[in-house]
């Protein structure tokens, strides 16, 4: 019949498009170094996202919603390949059927059989339905090798992210604060006795542009301790180095420049990344007001009389002080609020 043959056409065009489909969505997830925003992965992140969110707006403290989110990123990225996996199934169920191997359920049969390399089924009728029965084996192998290869990339780009999130920690106090950080860089009675530590923290900030939109699950992988984050460490950084440059009265540190200039572009890009190209939501489960948004006046204040207290030497002018400090503010605030909520991070206030 001329429908059937036409219908046959249709689910062979449609088989190989979602075949060239899952593999492109495969290499340029893990495989092409650029910040794309795969729909495929998106859509699947998305949905597991909203199944971990409802689970964790039942629990009462901010404690037992990180527990339940810690668990996110790591289903999220194991059910990637699955996805893709059931993909090519459907793919080439529909070009088995295509070209003859039987009805929709005996092709069913043929291609899970195929991509799980079990071997019980196996197409009968010709050549091109036996090759394409290897090729779907040999895709199966490649994406499953493709995550577990890549594997040790993330978790080695966690594990330096996480490194330099401690140290602040060590530094910073706990909970952590730019007032608390400036006194530490001040223990020497000088700002600018602290080059190396500005370069590092800029290494770590290129590291986050590169890392965290090539990768983006990574963005989701919580700290091992529930009161850590690198979103509000990266705040911390910011904050300190715009405090610095507006209240202190002494000349800039280059190296503190070039980091708070580093810092402010990786996080407006993987910012950018999220809202724009992701097209991610903030989560539900946090207010609109929390710590990391811009200070009042009064928590500036208050930040000033700490700094003079510990014996820095402060700007006289105070009103010029908090319009510069505003102005500086603005340049990363919005992008260090948005991935707060979007990543649960601990210094935003729960529900």
């Known amino acids: 019949m001329p429908w059937e043959l036409v219908l046959r056409g249709i689910a062979l065009l449609a088989g190989l498009a979602l075949v060239v489909a899952t593999l492109s969505a495969a290499i340029r997830s893990f495989v092409q170094p650029r910040n794309e925003s795969v729909l495929v992965s ?18 009462k403290t901010y404690a037992q919603r990180d527990r339940v989110l810690s668990l996110y990123a790591p289903i999220a990225l194991i059910a990637l390949p699955v996805v893709w996996l059931g993909l090519l199934s459907v793919a080439y169920t529909a070009i088995f059927w295509a070209l003859g191997e039987g009805s929709w359920v005996q092709c069913y049969h043929i291609s899970n059989n195929a991509l799980l390399t079990i071997g019980a089924v196996e197409p009968t009728q010709s050549f091109a339905a036996s090759a394409l029965s290897y090729s779907e084996a040999l895709l199966g192998l490649l994406l499953l090798t493709l995550l577990i290869s890549y594997l040790p990339t993330i978790y080695q780009a966690f594990s330096r992210r996480e490194l330099v999130v401690a140290r602040l920690e ?6 952590a ?8 860089l001040n223990r020497g009675g000088s700002l600018n006795d602290d ?18 939109t090539s990768l983006p699950i990574i963005s989701f992988f919580r700290s091992p301790q529930p009161g850590r984050s690198w979103v509000t460490s990266a705040g911390i950084i910011l904050d300190t180095a715009a405090l610095i440059f507006s209240t202190v009265d002494q000349p800039r540190s280059s190296s503190a420049e070039v980091c708070f200039k580093a810092g402010c572009i990786a996080m407006n890009r993987v910012y950018r990344f999220f809202e724009d190209r992701a097209h991610s939501q903030p989560s539900g489960l946090v207010e609109t007001g929390n710590p990391l948004e811009e200070p009042t006046r009064r928590d500036f204040e208050t930040a000033y009389d700490e700094l003079a207290r510990a014996g820095l030497r402060m700007v006289a002018d105070r009103d010029a002080a908090w319009r510069q400090y505003h102005e500086l503010r603005s340049r990363y605030e919005q992008a260090i609020v948005f991935l707060a909520k979007l990543t649960m991070a601990p210094d935003v206030k729960p529900v």
Do not use: K
């Open 170 to 175: 060590l530094r910073a106090g706990a909970p």
């Open 42 to 59: 998106n859509y699947v992140f998305r949905g597991i996202r909203l199944v971990f969110d409802a689970i964790a707006g039942r629990a």
């Open 195 to 212: 080059e190396q530590q500005w370069q590092q923290w800029e290494e770590w900030f290129v590291e986050i542009e590169e890392s965290h």
């Open 177 to 184: 604060s730019a007032t608390n950080l400036i006194c530490w």
